[in-house]
């Protein structure tokens, strides 16, 4: 429904500006959303590769205890590398 007041020139510029500005920011503001997707994306790849990295460390660190005990025994094994031999034996049958 039309006003019954007619709107003044200023009053549509005014207006017209304030669209403007707002579709400025509602532009930034999806800019803004689009870039932390993208690094949300890249970090995600990236604790990704280095979670692989832990994973394959721990194994390697499996693996190297299991070695030790196979080598000098679980007693021994332990006391050297400041492990209880529950731990010991735990890595070594990780590392099976």
Do not use: W, Y
């Not at 020139?9 to 800019?31: D, F, M, N, S, Y």
């Not at 959303?33 to 280095?50: K, P």
Request: glycine share 4%; no cysteine; charged share 25%.
């Amino acid at each position: 429904m039309a006003s019954a007041t007619p709107i003044s020139r200023a009053a549509r510029e005014r207006l017209r500006e304030h669209h403007a500005t707002a579709t400025k920011a509602i532009a930034g503001h999806a800019a803004a959303l689009a870039r932390l997707d993208a690094v949300t994306s890249r970090r995600a790849e990236i604790v990704g590769r280095q979670d692989d990295l832990v994973a394959d460390a721990v194994t390697e660190v499996a693996h190297a205890v299991a070695e030790a005990a196979r080598v000098m025994g679980v007693d021994v094994a332990a006391a050297v590398l400041a492990l209880s031999k529950a731990e010991v034996r735990r890595l070594s049958k990780e590392a099976q």
